[in-house]
């Protein structure tokens, strides 16, 4: 499988306590992105956060909180993720959803993409090698925007 250089990232903010069907939300939706074939998804756990309602979720020891702020990240293609939050909407009922435009630098064993980057970027970006995606930097639309 490959994803194109220029991707989306999907971030979807949801509790620990969330359930789809019985089963715990960011779970049905790992495995319904891998059913359709999306490129890979990563459940983080957050140690504190508050949403829309302001209620602050925290993992501090005299104020254990079973419902601590998970986030889920998936890289794809455009048309890949647009239709997937077509079909998340059958299945979160309260969360955010966010859309980030990322430039994959490496997926597997894809080579390196380094025509997309300057010769300049790569040593000041050594650190974002090992990472799946790198966000556009301020310049690089400021640059795109002036051709």
């Given at each position: 499988m490959r994803i194109p250089a220029d991707a989306v990232l999907l971030r979807i903010f949801i509790g620990e306590r969330d359930r789809h069907k019985g089963r715990p939300l960011h779970e049905a939706i790992v495995l319904r992105a891998r059913e359709l074939h999306l490129a890979?998804?990563?459940?983080?756990?957050?140690?504190?956060?508050?949403g829309h309602s302001s209620r602050l979720h925290t993992a501090k020891i005299l104020r254990l909180s079973e419902d601590l702020p998970i986030i889920i990240e998936i890289v794809d293609a455009k048309d890949k993720i647009d239709q997937f939050v077509i079909e998340l909407d059958g299945?979160?009922?309260?969360?955010?959803?966010?859309?980030?435009?990322v430039q994959v630098l490496r997926y597997g064993d894809q080579p390196w993409n380094s025509s997309r980057h300057r010769d300049g970027?790569?040593?000041?970006?050594?650190?974002?090698?090992?990472?799946?995606?790198?966000?556009?930097s301020?310049?690089?639309?400021?640059?795109?925007?002036a051709h």
């Open positions: 890979g998804a990563t459940v983080l756990r957050g140690p504190m956060g508050y299945i979160i009922g309260s969360g955010l959803i966010t859309l980030e435009s970027d790569r040593g000041a970006d050594h650190n974002h090698a090992r990472a799946l995606v790198h966000p556009p301020r310049h690089d639309a400021l640059e795109q925007a």
